[in-house]
Each structure stands twice: as structure tokens, then as C-alpha cells.
T-cell receptor
Framework: EVQLVESGGGLVQPGGSLRLSCAASGFTFSSYEMNWVRQAPGKGLEWVSYISSSGSTIYYADSVKGRFTISRDNAKNSLYLQMNSLRAEDTAVYYC??????FGHGLDYWGQGTLVTVSS | EIVLTQSPATLSLSPGERATLSCRASQSVSSYLAWYQQKPGQAPRLLIYDASNRATGIPARFSGSGSGTDFTLTISSLEPEDFAVYYCQQRSNWPNTFGQGTKLEIK
């Protein structure tokens, strides 16, 4: 069974940093592209970042470019999101999501999300 | 950045009725469009990928159509569990973008 479990969320002050993790199991992690998607309280979905299966190709939303860094450790079956210079508008539930990759264009498995609150 | 506009914002229907949800892109996304369903307190669920392909385990009452800039998600006969928020997402260009969502509510 495919499982994605996020961790690392919490309360952080504006300007602070946080590192989110996503532990993957039930599939060959190294074969799949991965994404981070966030959802502010009561709002819609916002795509945040993408990383290819090898980690060689990365994309970011303009809203986080230069502040967030996506990475992965295929040996540990883990995806990460390093978030620096956090702002109030970064407050959201952050989901990691598996890409269909060679099977199509869509995010077929999602974690349960981890809440990041940026507030003083 | 490609902007996706979903309509209507809210759709009020009864169980058994047919639902038609629209997603329009500001420029062509070919067939690289996905649809998701999200219920309160839950993660989104993939329904349709590449405009018209049902994801694994998705009932046949869900169907997707369209290409280029205009896409439709159709639910042929609404079940009580279908009332939720639906999002489209384009996977054609970076950054990927989502529509603002359509809330499907019980009439």
C-alpha cells in the first residue's frame, strides 16, 4: 500500500525556517517524481514545488522561489522541503504528492498533510 | 503562468442529477489537465488525469473531456458522497497551477 507521511510542521515566527519531511513507502520511491502542494486555511490548492525522480530537475512556484528548497533522498525514501524566510502567507497545510510520472500527468497519491503556521 | 478558471464557483444539485463542471485555461495546456476531489479535512483525491483518463478506483460515473483550453468534468448521476470541492490542475507548463475550485453542494 502506497503511503506518504509528512512531518515537521509547526508554529514558526516570521523570518524563521522549517524543514518538512515526507516518508514514502509501498512503492519504488526512486522511480517517481514528487511534488509539494499547499492549502491555506479555507482556501484552494496551490502547487509549490516539483522534483524529478533523480533530483536533477526542480521547479518552484514564483511565490516560494528563492526561499524554499525541495530535495529528496532516494536511499531513505524521503522527500524534503526546506522553508526559509517564512512569511504569514506561507501558513498552510503542506501536502507531499506522488506524480504519475511515466503513467500520465496527475498526482495520484497524497499524504495527510502537515500544518505550518507562521505567526509572531 | 497559466491561469485556470473554474465555473461555476458553487453548484447546487440533488442526488441522482448530472453535474457538469468547467475548467478554462488562459492558454492551451494540450491534454495535460487533471481533476481532483477534496472533502473537508481530507487530502485531495485524483479523479481524472490527462483530461479524460479515470484514475485507479474511480467510479465510471466520473468522466473528463476537453483539450486545449476548455475542459469538463461530468458526474453522470450524483451519489451522496460526491458532494465536495473539485479542482482542476494543469500539468503542461511550469509552474503548474490549480483552478480556484468548484464546490458541489446538496440542493
Amino acid at each position: 500500500e502506497v503511503q506518504l507521511v509528512e512531518s515537521g510542521g509547526g508554529l514558526v515566527q516570521p523570518g524563521g525556517s522549517l524543514r518538512l519531511s515526507c516518508a514514502a513507502s509501498g512503492f519504488t520511491f526512486s522511480s517517481y517524481e514528487m511534488n509539494w502542494v499547499r492549502q491555506a486555511p479555507g482556501k484552494g490548492l496551490e502547487w509549490v514545488s516539483y522534483i524529478s525522480s533523480s533530483g536533477s530537475t526542480i521547479y518552484y512556484a514564483d511565490s516560494v522561489k528563492g526561499r524554499f528548497t525541495i530535495s529528496r533522498d532516494n536511499a531513505k525514501n524521503s522527500l524534503y522541503l526546506q522553508m526559509n524566510s517564512l512569511r504569514a502567507e506561507d501558513t498552510a497545510v503542506y501536502y507531499c504528492a506522488r506524480d504519475l510520472t511515466i503513467f500520465g500527468h496527475g498526482l495520484d497519491y497524497w499524504g495527510q498533510g502537515t500544518l505550518v503556521t507562521v505567526s509572531s | 503562468e497559466i491561469v485556470l478558471t473554474q465555473s461555476p464557483a458553487t453548484l447546487s444539485l440533488s442526488p441522482g442529477e448530472r453535474a457538469t463542471l468547467s475548467c478554462r485555461a488562459s492558454q492551451s495546456v494540450s491534454s495535460y489537465l487533471a481533476w481532483y476531489q477534496q472533502k473537508p479535512g481530507q487530502a485531495p483525491r485524483l479523479l481524472i488525469y490527462d483530461a479524460s483518463n479515470r484514475a485507479t478506483g474511480i467510479p465510471a460515473r466520473f468522466s473528463g473531456s476537453g483539450s486545449g483550453t476548455d475542459f469538463t468534468l461530468t458526474i453522470s448521476s450524483l451519489e451522496p458522497e460526491d458532494f465536495a470541492v473539485y479542482y482542476c490542475q494543469q500539468r503542461s507548463n511550469w509552474p503548474n497551477t490549480f483552478g480556484q475550485g468548484t464546490k458541489l453542494e446538496i440542493k
